[in-house]
């Protein structure tokens, strides 16, 4: 059934996302500071507007496609002031774990039903409309969310409590960078040891290394033609957002006490990756930090 559903965050995710809805019939009401933003979305059939009180007036649901967990709790915290209760909130962003139970707990005391369902599959999930949505919230609040996040899902599962969406991204994506740079060492080695990059993907990719990392988005051109490696590592998913979910994922261990060696290692190679990156590079590339870090300690000094 046709909704009226507002979206806040008109960016690279929330910009096809909220066109998949206009394309399912939705009336879809959007907002976004920037102009260029609108602009861009206004061309999929989005209705625009220049103020959040307006873009949300009359909205059945509204979701959120924000930058960080500071950015979700000052709009969430304009909403819970103006949206009727019964309202469906639904944040899609990828925040803090301890943001998304606080924005929920500021929309629930109204009344409202609220769900965290941060998503992957980066910006061609968004375009194909087949993200995986992680979701946390109440039953009723996943009965009421799911049927208007099916126009940009392929999958939408859930997860848990409030908060356990993004509890499940940063679990993912802290594996998915551990990974990745396991796959890094494991080519950069193999160059080393004179091993053609296909034989080793043949082995790999059929063998216990087998990974998303390897199989899919190969950090080395060839075996994988789809991969990154194959366009100067244009991304696909930029090292800045491995290094954001990897910094979230460090922030979660410290407050609730896990132990995460790999992850905070993770972190600080992929804080070094970015600093050096001028490109915007896909998280893969960096497999050249990893051989640059081999060349310079295999120098005489
Ligand atoms: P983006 O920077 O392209 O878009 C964010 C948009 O929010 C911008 O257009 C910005 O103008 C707008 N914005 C900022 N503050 C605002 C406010 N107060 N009110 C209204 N609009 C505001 O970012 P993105 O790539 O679309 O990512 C959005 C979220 O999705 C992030 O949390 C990111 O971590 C997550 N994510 C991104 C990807 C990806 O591949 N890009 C994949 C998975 C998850």
């Known amino acids: 059934m046709s909704k009226t559903i507002a979206f806040i965050g008109l960016g690279n995710m929330g910009g096809p996302m909220?066109?998949?809805?206009?394309?399912?019939?939705?009336?879809?009401?959007?907002?976004?500071?920037?102009?260029?933003?609108?602009?861009?979305?206004?061309?999929?059939?989005?209705?625009?507007?220049?103020?959040?009180?307006?873009?949300?007036?009359?909205?059945?649901?509204?979701?959120?496609?924000?930058p960080n967990g500071p950015l979700v709790l000052d709009v969430w915290g304009q909403l819970a002031e103006i949206v009727p209760a019964g309202t469906i909130l639904i944040d899609s962003s990828t925040i803090d774990v301890d943001s998304a139970i606080a924005a929920h707990e500021l929309l629930t005391s109204k009344g409202c039903l609220t769900l965290d369902a941060p998503v992957s599959g980066g910006t061609g999930g968004a375009e194909a409309g087949s993200l995986t949505f992680m979701t946390g919230g109440s039953e009723a609040a996943l009965q009421s969310g799911a049927p208007l996040l099916e126009p940009m899902a392929g999958r939408v599962v859930r997860c848990g409590s409030p908060g356990a969406g993004q509890?499940?991204?940063?679990?993912?994506?802290?594996?998915l960078g551990i990974s990745m740079i396991g796959a890094c060492e494991a080519f950069a080695l193999?160059?080393?040891l004179g091993l053609e990059h296909q034989a080793l993907f043949d082995v790999i990719s059929t063998s216990s290394g087998q990974c998303w990392s390897v199989n899919t988005n190969c950090p080395v051109p060839g075996p994988v033609p789809t991969?990154?490696?194959?366009?100067?590592?244009?991304?696909?998913?930029?090292?800045?957002?491995?290094?954001k979910d990897l910094r979230l994922a460090q922030q979660a261990a410290l407050s609730r006490g896990a132990q995460t060696p790999l992850g905070a290692e993770a972190a600080q190679l992929y804080g070094m990756y970015d600093a050096l990156d001028e490109k915007g590079s896909d998280f893969s590339g960096i497999i050249s930090l990893l051989r640059g870090a081999a060349d310079r300690a295999s120098k005489p000094s």
């Open 18 to 66: 909220s066109g998949n809805l206009v394309k399912a019939g939705h009336v879809v009401q959007g907002y976004d500071l920037s102009e260029a933003a609108r602009r861009a979305a206004e061309t999929q059939g989005v209705l625009t507007f220049q103020d959040l009180k307006e873009a949300v007036q009359g909205a059945d649901a509204i979701i959120t496609m924000l």
């Open 167 to 175: 509890a499940a991204k940063i679990c993912n994506n802290m594996l």
């Open 190 to 192: 193999g160059e080393k």
């Open 227 to 243: 991969s990154p490696a194959n366009r100067a590592y244009q991304p696909g998913f930029a090292a800045a957002l491995m290094l």
